[in-house]
């Protein structure tokens, strides 16, 4: 079935270093987005990129879609506490489920 | 305009009780889905409904699970003689069309935090 996949599953980063979180999808997806689910809370939506190619910034979060909409990035730019949680990646199936990628936690120690 | 409200918020059952999580989607979203997320793990797709139908439930337990999303009312999971093993956080998400439309962004519920004894 199809599988999307997420690396690295854990990351620690000192306050103020970059991260970066990669997600990748066994089947072309129609469009992909990524949700935040802070510790003990409930995932948000973050972003959608439907385009092939695609690359949107929020602040010090930059999203990319890849050319073949089968993988997608996420690169927060000089880390603060509030960035703390775990970061999904989402996409549609040729099902009818909408699939979650297996989550990156970040930790950021101040 | 409430977001998705999911109730109870925690819930604690015994071994072989029945569980009950309702859901209620946002105002105009006619989507549903049900995730299911394990301590330390990722949102198992579970089922997703449309109003009285259920659209793909190939995530969902054989046995014991079972999802409605009524004409009226909120959407209702239902775990039928609880095990320890379905102690979880249970999420409800809903959205204004379908998964493959454009504007199929998830907004999700606080979730139901499911503890069996």
């Known amino acids: 079935g199809q599988q999307v996949m997420q690396i690295p599953q854990y990351q620690h980063v000192q306050e103020g270093e970059d991260f970066t979180t990669y997600c990748n999808s066994s089947t072309t997806l129609s469009n992909i987005q990524w949700y935040k689910q802070r510790p003990g809370g409930h995932p948000v939506f973050l972003i959608q990129l439907v385009k092939s190619g695609e690359v949107k910034k929020q602040k010090r979060l930059t999203f990319q879609f890849g050319e073949a909409k089968k993988n997608s990035s996420l690169h927060i730019t000089a880390t603060q506490t509030t960035d703390v949680g775990t970061y999904f990646c989402a996409g549609p199936t040729t099902g009818n489920q909408f699939y979650f990628g297996t989550g990156t936690s970040l930790t950021v120690i101040p | 305009n409430a977001g998705v409200m999911q109730n109870p918020r925690h819930l604690v059952r015994r071994r072989g009780q029945e569980a009950r999580l309702r859901c209620s989607p946002m105002k105009g979203h006619s989507h549903v889905y049900w995730y299911r997320q394990l301590p330390e793990e990722g949102l198992k797709f579970m089922v997703y409904l449309q109003k009285e139908n259920i659209i793909d439930e190939s995530g969902m337990p054989k046995e014991r699970f079972s999802a409605e999303f009524p004409k009226e009312g909120p959407s209702i999971l239902r775990i039928q003689q609880v095990v320890r093993g379905d102690s979880a956080a249970y999420f409800c998400?809903?959205?204004?069309?379908?998964?493959?439309?454009?504007?199929?962004?998830?907004?999700f519920g606080a979730g139901s935090r499911l503890t069996v004894l």
């Open positions: 998400a809903s959205s204004p069309k379908a998964p493959h439309s454009g504007a199929n962004v998830l907004t």
